[in-house]
């Protein structure tokens, strides 16, 4: 799982051809802690078909705000630069997160 930040975001995210999952998470977010390793399981499982990077918004506030990212954990699937589904708060939990990338490959 690649860890982008503000200086990666756009290479590594938003100018991929391919579909993106993004992890938005923050410094002191227990839901994003206890979220973390179920996401990175599904990275080891899906992998090779959907790329998997995760962001810290606490170290890129500006950013996740002009993201949209209001509440967290946020997980979220790029496609060509544009956010094309997410999961916000409650509804981010390992089978929603499963349920959604199944849609993309």
């Not at 500006?62 to 956010?83: E, S, T």
Request: charge should be negative.
């Amino acid at each position: 799982m690649l860890t982008v930040d503000k200086e990666t975001f756009e290479a590594e995210v938003l100018q991929a051809g391919d579909y993106v999952l993004v992890d938005f998470f923050g410094d002191g977010c227990a839901p994003c802690a206890s979220l973390m390793p179920a996401v990175e399981a599904l990275s080891e499982k899906y992998g090779d078909k959907i790329k998997f990077t995760k962001l810290n918004t606490t170290q890129a506030r500006r950013l996740a705000i002009g993201q949209k990212i209001l509440g967290l954990p946020v997980i979220a699937i790029y496609k060509d630069g544009v956010k094309v589904e997410e999961l916000v708060k409650e509804d981010a939990t390992a089978a929603n997160i499963e349920s959604m990338i199944k849609k993309y490959i």
